[in-house]
């Protein structure tokens, strides 16, 4: 089971495209979007996804009640952080900000997965055995660079994919 991540697209809808071919190539079963998407027509457009898409909001998603419209108008499923949902029997906790992610482990030692965005920088790491990844960015506005991710959800495994 091959799972997408993507993070931060602040509304670059020429992004967008490219991470749908990516995705979509990678023949990835599930995306993760970890917040900041900003807009509903933004969001709209990951619907040519060939696989679900689910996700938090993030701190720009100042229009949430359209992305809500938009993402039920869509069948995606998006929540406030941190969601937690089981996927090809890894618990996965979905968050926007890393704030609290050492504390949802800590009280959830059964957590496999932890995603993030926010930040922009790339995070692939693992604490008291627990992955912890960050693609980076899709906007280019603090890397310069665009990237999303791929986890191979068997491994945990996980690798950038730049565009």
Known sequence: MILGVV???HNRLSNIEKIIDIFNSNKVDFVIHTGDITKAETLRKFSNLNCSLMGVYGNNDLLELGLNKT??????????PPFITSICKKKIAIFHEPETIAE???????????LHGHTHRYTNQEINGVKIF?????AGMIAGRNAVGIIDLDTLKAKRIFF
Do not use: A, K, Q
């Open 7 to 9: 993070s931060d697209t």
């Open 104 to 114: 949802t482990i800590e009280n959830d030692p059964s957590i496999d997965l932890v």
């Open 71 to 80: 993402s039920e108008e869509c069948g995606f499923d998006f929540r406030e």
């Open 134 to 138: 960050n693609p980076g960015e899709c």
